[in-house]
């Protein structure tokens, strides 16, 4: 990119940001029913990774689709990339986006039927919700960013 004018992305970004604020939707509206509304974090036992029943398997499926949802959150790198926008490339960027998928990947393989994926599930999509509302809004350009007075507390929220 080095040698190249920064990529007018806001159609591509404007799409994205809408179609992963509705997959993180989806996570929230399948996740909060799917933990007993909170109550498998009360349970203390440790769930059997060999267990097949139908529920199982809808969860671990669940699971892939929230897995593959935050290999598509790599797309934000790539967006800043293209545009040149170098500076939103930060550690913790880098560091979420690859420990995320990586600690994924993990837990799938280890035991996806975890009550703490619930909890973890939950709280990042909600967040991502908020987030991806906020950048789908942005992108419409300066006529909307005016009225955009709440980025900091997706910050705040981002680092809680």
Known sequence: ???????????????????????????????????????????????????????????????????????????????????????????????HHTIVPVFGYMLLRINPLLPACFLFAIVNSSIHVIMYSYYALAALGPNVQKYLWWKKYITILQLW
Do not use: Q
């Open 1 to 95: 990119m080095e040698n190249r004018e920064p990529y007018n992305l806001r159609v591509p970004m404007f799409l994205y940001n809408v179609i992963m604020t509705i997959i993180n939707m989806i996570a929230v509206y399948k996740v909060i029913p799917m933990s007993n509304y909170f109550r498998v974090l009360l349970d203390f036992e440790y769930p059997d990774r060999n267990d097949m029943s139908e529920h199982s398997i809808y969860l671990i499926h669940l699971g892939y689709c929230y897995w593959l949802s935050k290999l598509a959150d790599c797309f934000d790198t790539l967006f800043f990339v293209l545009r040149k926008k170098y500076e939103h490339i930060t550690l913790l960027h880098v560091y």
